[in-house]
């Protein structure tokens, strides 16, 4: 029998138990994983279970409260974009002796790799709350272990609520998507709650294959915003004195029918082992893939859960595609800007199927709203709505991401399918040069306002973008087109380290402008400065502006105003001069704290050991991962690895610190509780400078250069995937002798290995007699396995 009640509020679809022998191995299936214990102080701060369909964001301490503001309080809760199931979940535990106890103040807070666990105690009685959710699947599983410590039975009533709010991904309005009122009915015979939105094909299901009473009767009240609704289901039984009960809850949807989301829920329920299992063996493979063992511990464990927590990243969305998102909980769609950074660190750490995915989805977007000019898009929602069609970095950067996953993929699919789009999109890129001086002008990565001149991240990113497409045309056989970008690439280099470079701060500019448009700058720093209490920024800013009050001239020029991180691209790229880098790169060091890099110098904190927890979303005064990962890789590209493990230490600092087993957005505690790019910051320096790995899959070729930090006397890294070639590396330093041993699979691929250190060189136990060029020796290895030894 059905009964139908509607409401003026959201649907969902949540299911109840299974066996509880399946329950149990749940449990001891993700209790056998590699887990991170949680910061007590941060017990009231975001959590994330996700798979690539379905997420779970709430706080550690179990509760559901609104949470984001890109839609105000909506961006918490289960989503399965683009339309949100739920606002979360509660469940009250209540019990003959009186108990009346909801589970929304944990104790503590565990995460793996593929799940979470929540543990709640009171005098008798510990419960631990599990969930994760599987791969491919609209859907999640709830699993609770409820122990009875009391010498006497127990016998408790469950009310399991499911906070149903079936809603819109961001930018629905402009699609004329209206949210309608939800509806809820208890299917009886299926023993499950189905939920629909009255105006849309959006469903949520959830039952229990356990005895259970339907109402709306919420035990555990939250207030919450939107056209919520609110569905209970009761369970009792007993739970015998010293032993404990295992009750696991369903939750399926879908933004098209109910049979889809009926189908869900039947295969979460039959199938709940297969599916952990199966995200488990998946998680083994993307930990042993590009599989780092160094002398630091913690850098290990930092770089193999930046893989896991990039992995939680992934959107797969019907009728759109499958793409990293940025990051959670308020930029879980895509963006070409950050999927720039994203896709090196994908691909250096052998993610290539969702750097190629990223690729496909990144172009097909661009191409629809841009008409296929070539501009790359910055911003999109999961339902294909382009916010922003993109800034003067993206485009540039971008193609440079390109050129470089065809380095590792040799997937002839990139330039078949993407060299048009290049063209077009140098072309595009130079089109916004107004005064044809070379300099596109228009906003770069900095979002502050006013800042649109002519940006120094647009410009060394352009630089490599225009050697990119020199590499495209070769590929594809344009000779000429080859010598006209590379012309212009050498070009803008030389003019990056004459007209951009700044002498008396030391720094490339932040920007050129004239006269006019630098003091508008000049004189909004001061007042943000100001506002912020930066006394030593006022003093500098206010020196600069005399110092420019007395330019005679109007002609374009490079300021220093705002030390912002992007003054380092030409180090990133490896486009500055030495010299120029080294005192540059001395002078960032200013603009620090044990955290990383600031965004923008100028908020620097005089107390740059101090870490504050934030009290609104802003990010003026922000220190981020990005700059921070940008300055690791600049300081590699000079031949400084011992800064570039200062910096991945720096970023260390903030892993785990507020979300176990992830890094946030803004360090150490603000913005996005997972981020994309974090993985360029982690694994771009490991792999392609510590280790030193610069592939070229498409030519069958890898070259090695390994450069470590002075602390690290062994290190390996294994299976990183090259095209479809594997390859192992491991390094050891014992007193006089240094070893290398380069394996692959691949046995008619090329290695071209280079060694810094001066001595006696010794190959495959024969001794080899070569010069140095310029303080490197240069081998030529071939074959399964090579043994390098120098004697010092």
């Avoid at 769609?333 to 691909?347: E, K, M, P, R, V």
């Avoid at 969702?354 to 977007?365: K, N, P, R, S, V």
């Amino acid at each position: 029998m059905l009964k139908f009640i509607l409401f003026p509020m959201l649907i969902l679809v949540i299911i109840f138990s299974c066996r509880e022998s399946s329950r149990t191995t749940i449990i001891s299936i993700l209790e056998s994983q590699e887990s991170i214990d949680g910061n007590p102080d941060y017990i009231n701060s975001p959590f994330v279970a996700a798979g690539d369909r379905v997420y779970i964001v709430g706080h550690q301490d179990g509760s559901f409260p609104d949470l984001g503001w890109h839609v105000t309080g909506e961006m918490g809760g289960v989503w399965d974009h683009p339309v949100k199931l739920m606002d979360g979940y509660s469940l009250n535990l209540r019990d003959q002796n009186g108990l009346d106890w909801c589970l929304d103040a944990a104790d503590s807070f565990t995460n793996f790799p593929v799940g979470n666990v929540h543990t709640f105690k009171n005098e008798v009685l510990t419960v631990r709350r599990y969930q994760f959710v599987p791969d491919g699947v609209e859907g999640a599983v709830i699993v609770y272990r409820i122990r009875n410590g009391d010498t006497k039975n127990r016998f408790v009533d469950l009310t399991f609520t499911g906070m149903i709010d079936l809603s819109p991904v961001w930018l629905w309005d402009s699609l004329g998507i209206t949210d309608g009122m939800d509806g809820a009915f208890w299917n009886m015979e299926e023993q499950m709650v189905v939920a629909k939105d009255s105006l849309n094909n959006w469903f949520t299901v959830f039952g229990t294959d356990l005895p259970a009473d339907y109402h709306y009767r919420s035990p555990c009240k939250a207030d919450r915003r939107g056209l919520g609704l609110d569905v209970s289901l009761t369970t009792s039984f007993e739970i015998e004195a010293g032993s404990f009960r295992d009750v696991a809850y369903y939750i399926a949807g879908s933004a098209t029918s109910l049979e889809a989301a009926r189908h869900t829920f039947g295969n979460l329920k039959e199938n709940t082992i297969q599916l952990l299992n199966a995200k488990v063996e998946r998680y083994g493979k993307l930990s042993s893939v590009t599989s780092l063992a160094s002398p630091d511990e913690d850098i290990d464990q930092m770089y193999r859960w930046i893989k896991f927590n990039t992995d939680w990243l992934v959107r797969d969305v019907p009728d759109q595609g499958r793409a990293m998102s940025a990051g959670i909980p308020d930029y879980p769609w895509w963006f070409g800007t950050d999927n720039g950074y994203i896709l090196q660190g994908l691909l250096s750490a052998g993610m290539h199927e969702e750097a190629l995915a990223t690729i496909d989805l990144i172009m097909q977007l661009s191409r629809e709203v841009n008409n296929e000019n070539g501009r790359i898009m910055h911003e999109a929602s999961t339902n294909g709505v382009v916010y922003n069609p993109g800034n003067l970095n993206t485009t540039p950067y971008f193609i440079y991401a390109l050129w470089r996953a065809y380095e590792w993929t040799g997937d002839p699919a990139i330039p078949e399918n993407y060299y048009e789009d290049v063209k077009k999109g140098i072309a595009w890129i130079e089109a916004q040069d107004k005064d044809k001086n070379g300099y596109p002008d228009g906003p770069g990565m900095m979002e502050i306002h006013g800042l649109h001149t002519e940006m120094i991240d647009v410009v060394a990113y352009l630089a490599k973008a225009y050697q990119a497409a020199a590499n495209f045309a070769m590929v594809n056989g344009d000779q000429s087109l080859m010598e006209e970008y590379q012309s212009k690439s050498e070009i803008l280099i030389e003019k990056i380290n004459t007209e951009w470079w700044v002498e008396e701060f030391n720094s490339y500019a932040d920007f050129r402008a004239t006269k006019k448009q630098a003091m508008a700058l000049i004189d909004a720093a001061i007042v943000r400065a100001d506002t912020i209490n930066k006394p030593w920024s006022v003093e500098e800013l206010n020196q600069t502006r005399e110092d420019v009050r007395q330019l005679r001239s109007e002609e374009l020029r490079g300021y220093v105003v705002h030390h912002n991180w992007v003054v380092n691209t030409p180090m990133e790229m490896g486009l500055a001069e030495p010299a120029k880098a080294k005192i540059a790169l001395e002078t960032a060091k200013k603009y620090r704290n044990r955290f990383g890099m600031f965004v923008t110098g100028i908020d620097r904190n005089e107390e740059q050991e101090k870490a504050e927890k934030w009290k609104s979303f802003s990010y003026v005064g922000a220190v981020m991962t990005l700059p921070t990962g940008v300055q690791a890789i600049a300081e590699a590209k000079y031949g400084n690895p011992d800064e570039t493990l200062n910096y991945l230490e720096m970023l260390g600092n903030s892993f785990s610190y507020a979300l176990p087993g992830s890094m946030y957005e803004v360090s150490p505690d603000f913005g996005m509780i997972a981020q994309g790019w974090n993985i360029y910051a982690v694994a771009v320096p490991i792999v392609n400078h510590f280790f030193g790995v610069y592939p070229n899959a498409f030519d069958k070729r890898i070259y090695i250069s390994p450069d470590f930090p002075s602390a690290w006397e062994d290190a390996s890294i294994e299976d990183i995937m090259i095209g479809d070639n594997y390859l192992d590396i491991s390094f050891s330093k014992s007193g006089d002798v240094i070893s290398y041993t380069v394996s692959q699979d691949r046995s008619d691929w090329e290695i071209t290995f280079e060694i810094r250190e001066e001595g006696k060189l010794i190959l495959n136990d024969e001794p080899v007699q070569i010069e140095q060029t310029e303080g490197i020796y240069t081998l030529n290895l071939s074959g399964e396995k090579n043994v390098i030894t120098i004697l010092l």
